[in-house]
Structures are given as structure tokens and as C-alpha cells.
């Protein structure tokens, strides 16, 4: 194939056989041929993933409450879906490279790049089927490990037809790889289904321990709240704080008051999502792009969410031995300890930043009510 050309009814044949006829596609695949072709197709199937992630997300606007920062989201994820399928056909070059090194096949690097595109065939099948995840939680995690599983099927026949690869190796690293796919995979299930039922089951708690007392003592065990402390969770903070991260805080008053007036901004932009006024206006207030803003946003959530688990750590440490059973009882404290813990960890918060969100908490809480309500 000429280099400077491309046939698109020729992708499409490929792409097709790819997932219908796997074992004869990678059996007669070229390894050879310039750079332009594969680079195309991972800039094809990022486009095609990232027009059904956009179609998904707003059709999900009946169901989920997005509003303009949501949709700037929403605009900012189309764009990093197609730079990540180009960031992704690369290194999945060097990864596939390896592995056709260990199994004693091609090790050229154009061969393993041309794989690795062909391989990409999935990303617009996994954001089509994506949306089961929404329907069912156990239903999203089949799905996803069914087309992860025969994504590593899909390479096995790669390694072994198109690079040359010994069968034997090949197939121990399908081994490991299934096992290591698996593994991610119920880990992140049980993740997932822990944060959502985290308020829940402190809800059922209180439901459950104030009927036995009596109405008048509900608010006595109404730990978990985002009303601002009294004062700083100190003696609370104690027991997580070999989870803080070291070093100068990233939160700062500064920093708050540039969000808030930036998400405010944003507001505005709720039925006019305009890509290009929108990177202007995050630059404007000194953000590189989308996910630079995302990120510090994240950060200051998960402050306010890990003061608020802190504190009613604290109410539970100065509560009477009888809320304190009937809370172990429940794996309340356990709950509110690891929700401590899960945000600081996702935020790399140090004290400073959690003094900094305590001090100004009315505008961390504007700015979190800011956030995608479901």
C-alpha cells in the first residue's frame, strides 16, 4: 500500500474481518507499509468511540442531571478520547513489541504498530456496549470483561499469526493477562459498589439505631453530614494521618475563589456548549485545558468530602459507648474511616489543603453543590 494513500473500503473490510474472521485476518495482515495507515485507523476508531461517548452522554441527559459543566465535560471528553486513541495506538505498539520479544516473534517496531491499530477495532465496540454499565453494575462488568477477554484473544492471535511468536509463551502471557484482567476487574466492581453504598448504609444506620431509641434521639446519631464542623477534626485526623501526602498543600484560598468564579462562568455556556469559547475561557483564568480545570476541581471535592467523613470520625470518638457499639454493629466507623481515607488518597491531600477547605468551607460547599447530582 503507497503510504500517502488510504482506502477506506479497504479499512472497513479489515475492521470487519478483524471481529468475524480474527484468525484469518491476522493470518494475512501486512506488517508492512509506512506509518500513515495505522495512524489513520486509531484516528478513525477514536472519532467513531468518541461521537458514541457523546451520543451516550447526552442522551443520559433525561436520566443524569449534567448542567454546563457537565456538558463542557462532556465536550472536553470527546477531544481527549480521540488524542488518547492516538496516545494509546503507540503504546500499545511498545507494550505488544514487548510481548512479541518475550515469545520470540517480530520485533519491528512498524509490525507491532500496525497490530496494535488493528487491535483497536474494540474502542468504538466498547463504547457502543458501554452503556450497559449504566443499566446494571454486574450487567456493565460482563459486558466489559467479555470484550476485554476477547480483545487478549484478538492479541494472542496477533502474537502468534501476524508477529511470529512462539505459541506456547504466547499463551502462558494470555494466562497471566486473563488472570490480571479478572482481577482489576472484580477489584474495581466492589470499589464502585462500596462508594455507592457508602451513604446508604450509613442512612439504614441511623434508621435502624434511632427506631430502637426512640425519634428523639435521631439527630444524636446523624453523623455523616456537610454542614461545617464546630471545629477542625483534629483528634479524627490522627488515625489517617499516615495516608496524607507531604509537602506544600495544592489547595489554597486563591486557587477556591478561581474555581468557584470559573464554574460560575461555566454555568452560562448551559445551552450554548461552544468547544472553542469554552477552552478560551478556562485559559482565561490560567488553565492549560478541560482536564487541568477537572482536576483541581476533583481535588477540592475530595476535600470537603474527607473533612466531612473526619468529622463524624469525631463525633463517633466522643460518642457514649452505646453509640459506639451500635455503630461497630453497623461498620459505621469503618465506613466513614475508609471514605477518610479513599478521599485523601485520590486527592493527595496534606493538612494545609484540609485546614484550607475547614476556613473556607462556605465556598467549597458552593462549589460542591456545583457538582453532577444524579
Known amino acids: ?67 454546563a459543566f457537565g456538558g463542557a465535560f462532556g465536550v472536553g471528553a470527546f477531544i481527549m478520547t480521540i488524542i488518547g486513541a492516538i496516545i494509546g495506538l503507540f503504546i500499545g505498539a511498545v507494550i505488544i513489541l514487548l510481548l512479541s520479544s518475550i515469545s520470540g516473534g517480530n520485533t519491528d517496531f512498524e509490525a507491532n504498530l500496525r497490530v496494535s491499530a488493528s487491535l483497536m477495532v474494540l474502542m468504538p465496540i466498547n463504547s457502543l456496549l458501554n ?72 442512612s439504614r444506620f441511623e434508621e435502624a439505631y434511632g427506631n430502637k431509641e426512640g425519634n428523639e434521639q435521631n439527630a444524636d446519631y446523624n453523623y455523616y453530614n456537610n454542614e ?40 452560562e455556556y448551559e445551552n450554548d456548549i461552544d468547544n472553542d469559547k469554552i477552552i478560551a475561557l478556562i485559559k482565561e483564568y490560567g488553565y492549560t485545558d478541560m482536564t487541568e480545570y477537572t482536576n483541581d476541581y476533583t481535588v477540592v471535592i475530595s476535600g470537603i468530602t474527607a473533612v466531612s467523613s473526619l468529622n463524624a470520625m469525631e463525633q463517633l470518638l466522643n460518642a ?18 475508609n471514605a ?11 493538612e494545609s489543603d484540609l485546614i484550607v477547605v475547614f476556613n473556607n468551607w462556605d465556598s467549597v460547599k458552593e462549589l460542591e453543590n456545583k457538582t453532577v447530582t444524579e
Open 340 to 350: 477518610a481515607i479513599q478521599s485523601i488518597t485520590s486527592g493527595k491531600l496534606t
Open 131 to 202: 452503556v450497559f454499565s449504566f443499566l446494571s453494575g454486574y450487567l456493565g462488568v460482563i459486558v466489559s470483561l467479555a470484550i476485554n477477554l476477547y480483545g487478549l484473544y484478538l492479541l494472542y492471535l496477533a502474537l502468534t499469526k501476524t508477529l511470529k511468536g512462539k505459541e506456547e509463551t504466547a499463551r502462558i502471557i494470555m494466562y497471566v493477562l486473563i488472570a490480571l484482567l479478572v482481577l482489576a476487574q472484580v477489584i474495581g466492581f466492589f470499589s464502585r459498589r462500596a462508594a455507592r453504598n457508602l451513604t446508604s448504609d450509613l
Open 320 to 337: 457514649t459507648e452505646k453509640e459506639k457499639k451500635a455503630a461497630g454493629d453497623f461498620k459505621v466507623d469503618e465506613m466513614l474511616k
Open 228 to 267: 461545617k464542623p464546630d471545629k477542625f477534626p483534629s483528634k479524627a485526623l490522627e488515625l489517617v494521618r499516615v495516608h496524607l501526602s507531604t509537602g506544600n498543600g495544592v489547595i489554597t484560598k486563591e486557587k477556591l475563589d478561581r474555581l468557584l468564579k470559573l464554574t460560575q462562568e461555566l454555568d
Open 1 to 67: 500500500m503507497n503510504e500517502n494513500a488510504f482506502d477506506f473500503n479497504k479499512f472497513m473490510a479489515d475492521s470487519k474481518n478483524t471481529l468475524i474472521n480474527p484468525k484469518g485476518y491476522f493470518e494475512s495482515m501486512s506488517t508492512a507499509g509506512g506509518m500513515v495507515e495505522p495512524l489513520l485507523k486509531a484516528l478513525i476508531y477514536g472519532l467513531v468511540a468518541a461521537i458514541i461517548n457523546a451520543i451516550w452522554f447526552f442522551a443520559l441527559d433525561s436520566v443524569v442531571t449534567l448542567g
